[in-house]
Every structure is written in structure tokens, then in C-alpha cells.
């Protein structure tokens, strides 16, 4: 006969064991010192007092202070410059640091690669045309697909035929916005993917944003009004992170209104000449009305933190030396202490008129745009967290 060790619980297993053989008997009792009641105050399963935090909650941060947060840019070996050229023609016996300049570089692509609390909007916009809208669009989608994670989206938002069809490759397709709205019913329910929108735009290859296109037909583009242009934008930001909208010229449009509603960032194309500053300046008036008519400091704020991005024009027809100088402290004094005021160089793969590949252009260009992207990137994160704070700045569908 196998005697069972009394080891602690055996009293348990025997008291089941025979409630097992008389099963309309009495359910056993719980040994005294295993039962445990939820009002009891030491049960691990009581409810703690209200405002009271759970007993055995960590506390403390103190073994957080034992870490230290440091900046791997500031650590990696030298890739420009001639700190990359000692290191190499050394073998790597002497390593010296990165320049300013390309620590600089690395901090700007690292603040492109920044996460958004949310999917974010940058408004392009510039009332006069032939000041670059479409090709600062280009070079920002471009450089935030080409550095960032995030889904990037170019559209274009001109209410009568844009150039964005012609600067991007079509890759064969002839879709367009107009199409999309179509399909909109379809592409608004619940198991709508990824695919069945890309369908509607077009991808840009290695710039690592996609297109999406306005339609050739004037007549077609007046569908879209502030209803069609928030429908759209509902479901193209449930697959991209940012969108890039390259607007027309009528600041009076309905899309183009809708658009400034609901954008974070306001990014303006300007050329050195007369008719370029002075359009650009009458549309920073007519917001800064718009926030007094209508109460509320948005647009008033859009234009104080906005980067305004100086674009060569064409070289044939600049302004002389003084000028420019004039114009561009003109330009200065609107941006103020807030917004940001960035110079793009001529590039003749930007000057052609026609499909820009982000592969031919200039590492000068190159570095330009990252400059402008790491300032609106900066410009989002600074202005999601504002709105929290503030629900005034938040738009329409906010």
C-alpha cells in the first residue's frame, strides 16, 4: 500500500476525490488557511479603493536614470567629405568624425523620418502660376518617400487641369481623380484595401510616392467641390500617412478652400519677381481676414508657421541683384520669427518641363528639399500636438 505524502494541498486532492464518488453530496469546504474572499483587503484579487493605485505597482524611475539617450548619427564613420576619403585611403586607421555638414544632413533626414500622431496634410498652394507648385509637390513627395516609412501621396487638387500629370510617370495608366470619385461608393466600405485604391493612383518607382492625378477635362474637375474633396480625403488617408496636395490658382475654389480646412501645413512657392511676391502676399492677407471674419486664429497661425520655399524661376527673366535682395526681405518680413524661409537652386532636371525623376537631379537639390521636409516635418509634429491644446486650429472634420 502506497501511502501519499502529506505534502500541502494532498488534504484538497483527497476531499475532491470522494465528492467525486458521491456526486449529490454537499460541494467540500475550502481549507481555511486556502480560502480567499474578493472583499478580503489582501486578496490579489480585490478591487483596490478608488484613487488608490493596485498594491505591488511600480513606481519608481529611478533604474531609468541609469540609461542615457545617444545620438547614433553622431557615432556612425564619415560618408562625405574628406573625413570619408582619410578614412578610406587609411584602411580605417584613422577614423575621423563627421563634418558639420553632414551631421546636419543626418539630423534633417532623422526629423523626416519622424511618426505623425495622425495622418497629416501639406498644402501647397501659391495663387500666381508658373511659380513651382507642382515641382516643389514632386520634390517633397519625393524626399519624404524616399527618406521616411510613411506612406506619401501627391495630389492634385487644381480645379481645372493640373500639371501633375505631366511632371510624374503615368506607368501606363490614365486614371485620374474624376475616376476615383466614381468608385468613391465602393471604396468607402469596411474591406476596402490597399490595392483598390492604388488602382486610382499612380506610382512614382524609386521617388516612393504615388500620384494622385486631375483629370484633363475642366468640366470633370468642377465635381469636385468641399462634399467630393473631404470624401476623397477620408479614404486616401486610411492608407497614407501624408498627403501632399498641389493646389490651382483660385484661392476662392471650393476644393481649394476644403483643402486649407483640413491642411496642417502650409508650404508656399515664390519667385524673386514683383507679381510672384505680391500674389503670394495677397493670399497671407486674405487668410489672415479669413481668421478675423470668422473668429478664429487657423488660418491667421497656417501663415506664421509656413515654409516658404524660394524657387529659381526661370534664368532668363530674373530680376537684377538688388531686386531680388529687395524682394526676398519683403518675402522675410511675412514668414516673421515662425515660419521658415528655404532657397531652392536652379537643376536643370527640375527646369525641363517635363517628368522629373528624383534619380536625376543634383545632390545640391537633394539636399535643398531635405531641408524643407525636415522643416515640415517639424511644422506637423509641432502643430498636432498644438491642436490638442488648442481646438481652434483644429479643421473642419478636427
Known sequence: ?????????????????????????????????????????????SSPPPNQPPAGLVRGRRSAAVLKEENVDQQLPAGDGWQRWARTLTAGLWKPAAGKDELERRNDISTIQRVFPRPMTVFVTQPLGGAGKT?????????FGIHSTLDTLVWDNNETMGS????????????????????????QAEHTRKGDLSFYTRHQGNNRFAALISDEDPERMKMIGNTEFNAIRTVVERFYNIVVVDSGNNTRAANWLACLDETDQLVIPVTLKQNSVASMLRMIEQLESMSDLEGTPRYEELCRRAVIVITPGSQRTQ??????????????????????????????ALDTGAIID?????????????????????????????????????????
Open 358 to 398: 528624383w534619380q536625376l537631379v543634383s545632390d545640391e537639390t537633394r539636399r535643398a528639399f531635405e531641408r524643407v521636409c525636415a522643416r515640415i516635418a517639424e511644422g506637423l509634429y509641432a502643430w498636432a500636438l498644438d491642436e490638442k491644446k488648442n481646438p481652434a486650429l483644429k479643421g473642419t472634420q478636427g
Open 164 to 187: 501633375l500629370g505631366i511632371r510624374t510617370n503615368s506607368n501606363g495608366s490614365r486614371t485620374t481623380v474624376c475616376d476615383l470619385l466614381e468608385e468613391l461608393p465602393n471604396l
Open 1 to 45: 500500500m502506497t501511502v501519499e505524502p502529506d505534502w500541502p494541498g494532498t488534504a484538497r486532492r483527497r476531499t475532491a476525490a470522494v465528492a467525486a464518488l458521491k456526486p449529490f453530496a454537499e460541494p467540500p469546504e475550502k481549507p481555511p488557511d486556502e480560502e480567499r474572499h474578493f472583499s478580503d483587503p489582501q486578496s490579489p484579487l
Open 135 to 143: 515641382m516643389v509637390s514632386v520634390g517633397i513627395g519625393s524626399t
Open 319 to 348: 530680376a537684377d541683384a538688388k531686386e531680388r535682395r529687395r524682394l526676398r526681405d519683403l518675402v522675410a518680413e511675412a514668414v516673421g520669427d515662425r515660419g521658415h524661409l528655404l532657397d531652392i537652386p536652379f537643376d536643370p
